[in-house]
């Protein structure tokens, strides 16, 4: 298969941006039979990155499976957001492939970390993650729901977790049918997991920590308010390089 027969696949089976996927295949398949082989399984939406088994993100590629969320350059408005200020020690809520916690122990060489997350077999593609960065002395992994025995405490908590409305998922896009189900959509309302962290995470901050989480772009108000029912103080909400709210930000009291 050439990278035009590969274009005009992906294009007949209604693949958005059909070029940028074939030639993307093209260039990483060692053959013609394995790009037939890649493109067919691009045909049925599976995400190029699941195919390839690794994605961009921040300044690194990481690993990913059909055991962890992908890594999307949305995620990269939360890393930026808490590079704007200092820690030492990081939780990650909910951590996937680790691209989070990993993206920021890289831009603090003296910062160590945890990352939590309910699938061992997500852990597994963090641990290997940190692994191939260099960085497994300083971040460790465990299994937990949010922070259901998590001790310690921490002057950053950040978190992905699943926030999309069990309402919306009908609308969603085919690739997402390739992602655990568990890293989109926590049912209901889309906010449960936010109820949980605002309730127990600033408990595990230290005074002056931050909590930090991506939101979809309709939920700022609703995880605005449940930071401020948590006592949290200068709320903030950042949005994404599309203008849309991406980031609630909330402190705990300095005393």
Known sequence: MTEREARAALSSAGVPDPAR??????????????LAGWIAR?????????????????????RVTADVLDPRP?????????????????????????????SLLAERPAATGLGTD????????????AAALGLADRAAFRRADWLAGVEGRFDLVVSNPPYIAEAELPALAPELGFEPALALSPGGD????????????PERLTPGGRLMVEI???QADAVSALFAGAGLTDIAVCRDLAGRDRVVAGGKAAT
């Open 21 to 34: 996927d074939a030639h993307v295949l093209a260039r990483a398949a060692p053959d013609a039979r394995t």
């Open 118 to 129: 309910l699938s061992e077999a997500a852990l597994d593609v963090a641990r290997e993650n």
């Open 42 to 62: 691009r045909a049925a939406r599976e995400p190029v990155s699941h195919i390839l088994g690794r994605r961009a993100f921040w300044n690194h590629e990481f």
């Open 74 to 102: 949305e995620t990269e408005t939360l890393v930026e957001q808490a590079l704007a200020a200092p820690f030492a020690r990081v939780l990650d809520l909910g951590t996937g492939s680790g691209c989070i916690l990993l």
């Open 190 to 201: 889309g906010l449960d997991a936010y109820r949980t962290i605002a309730r127990d995470a």
């Open 216 to 218: 979809g772009p309709t």
